[in-house]
C-alpha cells in the first residue's frame, strides 16, 4: 500500500469521525433546549427533491407533536408535556439518514410552525366548514404545512404549495382527503396570494384567448368544392362505364341459369340455320 492511499484512507477516516462528533454536538444541543437552528448547513442538500422530503419530515414530526404535547396543552393537561418539536427533530435526525433532507427547512418547520400554530389554525378555520379538532391527524399537519408555506415562503408558487400538499396526502393521508385539502389552500391561495393567482388568472385567459383564435382561422370546407367532388364522383369512369353500386336495384343481373338458357337457344337457332343451308 502506497503512502498516498494510507493518507487518503486516514483523512476519509478523520473525515467521518469528525462528522459524527459534528451530529452528536447538534442533537445534544437541541435537546438540551437550543431552538437555533443552522438553515445555511452546506452539507446537505437543498434541491426540490430536498426540500420535499423535508416535508415530509416535518409532517410526521408535526403529527407527533399534535396528538402529544399539542393535545395535552389544548386538554389543559400541561404537566404532560414532554415531547417539544426540538426534542421530536433531534430523534427524527438520530434515526434517520438525512444526508438527502434538507435540513434547514426541516427545521424551520419543525420550530415556526408550532410557534404559530394558533394563526395557521385561525387561517384554516376561515375555509373549514367544521371545527379543527374535528379534522384528522393527518389533515391537520398537511393543512399548517400549506398554509406555513403560503403566507410565509412567497418564493414558492401557490400552486406548487398545493401540488406538494397533495403529495404529502397521497403518501400518508386518506383516499378523498385531498378534496378537503385543496379545497381549504385553494380558497386561502386566493386570500393569501391574491396577486399571484390573478396574474396567473389573466394568463390562462389569454392562453385560451389565442387557441381560439387560432381555431377561427382556420379555412372552413367551401360547399361549392364539396358538390363538385360529389359530382365528379359520380360521373363516368376513364373506361366510360357508369360506377355500379351494389345497392343500385335499377341494375339486373342475368342469373347463371339464365345465361345456359340463353347459350343453349343460341346453339339450337344456328344448328337449324345450318341444316338449312346443307338442304338447299
Known amino acids: 500500500m502506497t503512502d498516498q492511499l494510507k493518507h487518503a484512507i486516514n483523512a476519509a477516516k478523520t473525515a467521518q469521525i469528525n462528522d459524527k462528533q459534528a451530529e452528536a454536538t447538534r442533537i445534544a444541543s437541541s435537546s438540551?433546549?437550543?431552538q437555533t437552528?443552522?438553515?445555511?448547513?452546506?452539507?446537505?442538500k437543498t434541491s426540490h427533491t430536498a426540500i420535499r422530503k423535508a416535508r415530509r419530515f416535518a409532517m410526521q414530526g408535526l403529527y407527533e407533536w399534535l396528538v402529544t404535547d399539542r393535545r395535552f396543552d389544548v386538554d389543559g393537561k400541561l404537566g404532560w408535556k414532554a415531547n417539544a418539536p426540538h426534542d421530536i427533530a433531534a430523534r427524527t435526525r438520530a434515526t434517520n439518514a438525512?444526508?438527502?433532507v434538507h435540513i434547514g427547512y426541516y427545521h424551520e418547520m419543525m420550530r415556526d410552525i408550532p410557534e404559530q400554530i394558533e394563526a395557521l389554525d385561525a387561517l384554516i378555520?376561515?375555509?373549514l366548514d367544521r371545527d379543527i379538532d374535528k379534522l384528522d391527524t393527518v389533515e391537520h399537519a398537511i393543512l399548517l404545512i400549506g398554509t406555513y408555506e403560503l403566507q410565509n415562503r412567497l418564493e414558492i408558487p401557490?400552486?406548487?404549495v398545493l401540488d406538494e400538499a397533495m403529495k404529502l396526502n397521497n403518501h400518508f393521508g386518506a383516499t378523498d382527503a385531498h378534496k378537503l385539502?385543496?379545497?381549504?389552500?385553494?380558497?386561502?391561495?386566493?386570500?393569501?396570494r391574491a396577486t399571484e393567482v390573478e396574474s396567473d388568472t389573466k394568463a390562462n385567459l389569454r392562453t385560451s384567448q389565442k387557441s381560439a383564435a387560432k381555431q377561427a382561422q382556420v379555412k372552413p370546407v367551401d360547399s361549392t368544392e364539396a358538390t363538385n367532388e360529389s359530382a365528379i364522383d359520380d360521373s363516368p369512369t376513364a373506361s366510360n362505364k357508369?360506377?355500379?353500386?351494389a345497392n343500385n336495384t335499377s341494375v339486373k343481373r342475368n342469373s347463371a341459369s339464365k345465361a345456359s338458357a340463353n347459350i343453349s337457344e343460341f346453339k339450337a337457332s344456328k344448328k337449324d340455320?345450318?341444316?338449312?343451308?346443307?338442304q338447299d
Open 32 to 34: 438540551a433546549g437550543d
Open 37 to 44: 437552528f443552522d438553515m445555511s448547513e452546506s452539507s446537505y
Open 98 to 100: 438525512m444526508h438527502t
Open 125 to 127: 378555520l376561515q375555509h
Open 158 to 160: 401557490y400552486k406548487v
Open 181 to 192: 385539502i385543496n379545497a381549504v389552500l385553494d380558497r386561502m391561495a386566493v386570500e393569501l
Open 242 to 245: 357508369p360506377r355500379i353500386s
Open 273 to 278: 340455320a345450318d341444316d338449312a343451308k346443307k
